[in-house]
Structures are given as structure tokens and as C-alpha cells.
């Protein structure tokens, strides 16, 4: 497994991370029983996976705990995450800390390693900033954080405006955005800004339903053409983007989405999500693999390198609650 530094939190980790909420939820999503899903968690961590991300929203956070039973806790690093509005309405910090707290229970753990605050709308950034993050910090001085982080909610914030704000504030240690094949904004937003001021940064949707969906990726290309932000006959192909994962040797488009979200400068550790132990071996595999070829990499900024909000799907649970 390789490993990057992370920021300036001084942690190594490993460049792939296993994310337990998505579509999978470690398999909960497949309605696997809880021991297999603590199992494919330890499989990971057996696999060398060293960073693990949860929230109490996915539901996981036991199992996780579950899975950390007799290994090595100092070998890795546990990232959890609150909400911060409840119901449509802002929570004062107490909540948030009570969530804390509740999350350090079913994590079965003393000290969380990152502690985020989840899904973050630009509107609510001001609030948080002043209502949560002295709290966090008192938390950080007492021990039960080690070190403080934000996500973003992409299908919410299309064009990533909190990320492209909370980068530049101190509060933060890690920032959780979303980047992939057809979402280079944080290439000019975010990730030049982390380098400098060694914010860790974790990438989701590397592989959403866009790409893992071959229906959902003709559907999008279909509907970039309509609008004029695709060429109309790539959009027409059954599979508009085989030409640059044939040139570029990997051996599914899975494979080169992760290659092409783990080498971007600035990217510190792409997560991926799993309820399948072959599917897990497979993206460990992808993310470890090598980078894409420069003139493939140049086609793609080409093709998409204006886009923005483009597969920014909510998790199949979510998105059925409208």
C-alpha cells in the first residue's frame, strides 16, 4: 500500500481510503449482516488500509468500531464526522459535542483521529465557524480530537464554493470535496491553496454512479451535449469514454477514475467505498496503480475541464427520500 503525508496533521496514511457511508456503506447498502460488514472493514485494514472514514449518518460507525478490535490503533487513522442542522435547523455546539460523544461510543475509542463537520452548505460556513469550531477546539485540547476537518455537500454546493472558502481559514486540518474525470474545480479552487497551507485533503466521488453506472454516464453525456458542453459525438458512443481507458492501459473505467483522482497534486487520499471483498482488492488495486498518460490527461481537461456539479448523485438511500 503506498502512503502520503497528511497535511500538516503529520500523519502518514494510505493513499486509498475506505469510506463506509455511499451506496455500500461497507455492505450494509447490500443488506449484508453486520459480522460480514465488520469483516470487509478488517479486510481492508489487513490489506493495509490505514485510513478509515465514518459519520454517524451511515450507520457504520459501530461496525467499524466492531472491526477495530485487537489491531494496532496506532497503526491508523479513524475519521468521523456530525451534522451541524437537524430537522432544517442549525444545532448549537453542545449538540454537535454530544454527537461527539456518541460517535467516540459506538467507535469504542478515547480519541477520534479526525473529526468533521458534515456536509457544510456556503450559507451555514459563517455559523460554523463561529458557533462549532470553538467547541471542536475545546474538544481538541481535552483529547478527544486529534485533529479538526469539513466536507462539503456537492449536490448541494455544485460549483464547491465552502471548500474553496474553508481552505483558507486555520480551523482546518482536512477537507473532504469531491473531484473525478468530468469535476476539475478543485484543481483551481481547492488543492493549490491545501498544498500551501498543508490543509489534508480526502476525495469522494471519485467513482459515484457516473462511472460506475454505464447507463448514468450516457445519460450525462447525452444531456452535456443538449447544452453544448460536450462534443455530440462522443455523446452518441454506447461507451463515450473507452477510446482514452484503452489508451491509457487500464483495464476498466473504475480503474482509470481512481488512477486519474489519486495522482492530482494536491490529492492526499481518495476514498472508496465497498460491501464486496473481490470489489475491495480491485480498488485498493486501482488507487495504487500508476498515473494516467500526459496526453490522456490532457484530453480529458479538454473535454471537461469547464464542468461543474457534473455527477454529484446523493447516495441511492438518500436521493429515494427526495
Known amino acids: 500500500m503506498r502512503t502520503t503525508s497528511f497535511g500538516r496533521t503529520g500523519r502518514t496514511v494510505s493513499v486509498a481510503g475506505l469510506g463506509c457511508g455511499g451506496n455500500s456503506r461497507v455492505g450494509l447498502g447490500r443488506g449484508l449482516p453486520q459480522d460480514e460488514c465488520v469483516r470487509i472493514v478488517r479486510a481492508a ?4 488500509v490505514s485510513l478509515i472514514d465514518t459519520a454517524e449518518a451511515y450507520g457504520t460507525e459501530e461496525i467499524v468500531g466492531l472491526a477495530l478490535q485487537g489491531v494496532d490503533r496506532d497503526a491508523l487513522t479513524i475519521c468521523t464526522k456530525s451534522r451541524y442542522k437537524e430537522g432544517g435547523e442549525l444545532m448549537r455546539a453542545d449538540r454537535v459535542v454530544a454527537n461527539l460523544e456518541a460517535s467516540l461510543r459506538r467507535l469504542r475509542l478515547d480519541t477520534v483521529d479526525l473529526f468533521q463537520v458534515h456536509t457544510v452548505l456556503p450559507q451555514d460556513y459563517g455559523y460554523v465557524m463561529d ?3 470553538p467547541a471542536l477546539m475545546a474538544q481538541k485540547a481535552r483529547g ?18 465552502m471548500s474553496a472558502r474553508a481552505v483558507h481559514d486555520d480551523a ?5 470535496l469531491a473531484f ?8 483551481r479552487t481547492v488543492f493549490p491553496a491545501a498544498q500551501a497551507r498543508g490543509v489534508g485533503t ?4 471519485a467513482v459515484r454512479n457516473i462511472f460506475s453506472r454505464p447507463e448514468r454516464l450516457r445519460e450525462a453525456m447525452r ?3 443538449a447544452e453544448g458542453k460536450v462534443p455530440a459525438d462522443i455523446a452518441r458512443q454506447d461507451d463515450p469514454l473507452a477510446a482514452m481507458v484503452e489508451e491509457s492501459g487500464a483495464a476498466t473505467l473504475t480503474e482509470f477514475a481512481y488512477r486519474f483522482a489519486r495522482h492530482e497534486p494536491g490529492a492526499d487520499v481518495v476514498l472508496f467505498g465497498t460491501g464486496d471483498h473481490d470489489h ?8 495504487n496503480a500508476g498515473p494516467l498518460p500526459p496526453a490522456v490527461l490532457a484530453s480529458l481537461d479538454t473535454l471537461f475541464g469547464a464542468l461543474t456539479g457534473v455527477g454529484f448523485d446523493k447516495p441511492d438511500r438518500e436521493a429515494k427520500k427526495g
Not at 45 to 48: E, F, N, P, Q, T
Open 45 to 48: 485494514i489487513d490489506a493495509g
Open 131 to 133: 458557533e462549532i469550531v
Open 144 to 161: 478527544t480530537i486529534r485533529h479538526i476537518g469539513i466536507t462539503e455537500s456537492p449536490p448541494n454546493d455544485p460549483h464547491q464554493v
Open 172 to 176: 482546518w486540518e482536512a477537507i473532504m
Open 180 to 187: 473525478h474525470l468530468m469535476n476539475h474545480v478543485p484543481r
Open 202 to 205: 480526502l476525495i469522494m466521488f
Open 223 to 225: 444531456t452535456l451535449a
Open 280 to 287: 475491495l482488492h480491485a480498488n485498493i488495486a486501482a488507487i
